[in-house]
């Protein structure tokens, strides 16, 4: 049975940085994704980056690019994302993801907007900007 763990969040002053792990890492035969999704209450869940296991491809939402990195360990089955110059509008409870099999067209286009994609979640970790 899959289980992903995340660990690493906390509380940070605007401008430090995080790194959140995801242990547990699902990798399909032939390639799948991971990413990292994030919601604050009262809002809908917002994906933040994501990774093609299969090529290590990535890309992110327009509103972290630049500040925070995918990347994968595959012998540790580990996702990680690092997260620097952090805002106050950063602040969330941030979510791992492991999707089943799936075509790279199918990633590029709607890895983050589709959470139906994703057949695993982490329980979350929690991350607060301070201003």
């Known amino acids: 049975q899959v289980r992903l763990v995340e660990s690493g969040g906390g509380s940070v002053q605007a401008g430090g940085s995080l790194r959140l792990s995801c242990a547990g890492a699902?990798?399909?035969?032939?390639?799948?994704?991971m990413a990292w999704f994030r919601q604050t209450p009262g809002k809908e869940r917002e994906g933040v980056a994501t990774?093609?296991?299969?090529?290590?491809?990535?890309y992110y939402a327009d509103s972290v690019k630049g500040r925070f990195t995918i990347s994968q360990d595959n012998a540790k089955k580990t996702v990680y994302l690092q997260m620097n110059s952090l805002k106050p509008e950063d602040t969330a409870m941030y979510y791992c993801?492991?999707?089943?099999?799936?075509?790279?067209?199918?990633?590029?286009?709607?890895?983050?907007?589709?959470?139906?994609?994703?057949?695993?979640w982490g329980q979350g970790t929690q991350v607060t900007v301070s201003s």
């Open positions: 993801a492991a999707s089943g099999a799936m075509y790279r067209d199918t990633w590029l286009t709607s890895a983050l907007a589709r959470e139906s994609l994703y057949n695993y």
């Open positions: 699902v990798y399909s035969y032939g390639s799948n994704c």
């Open positions: 990774i093609y296991t299969g090529d290590g491809s990535r």
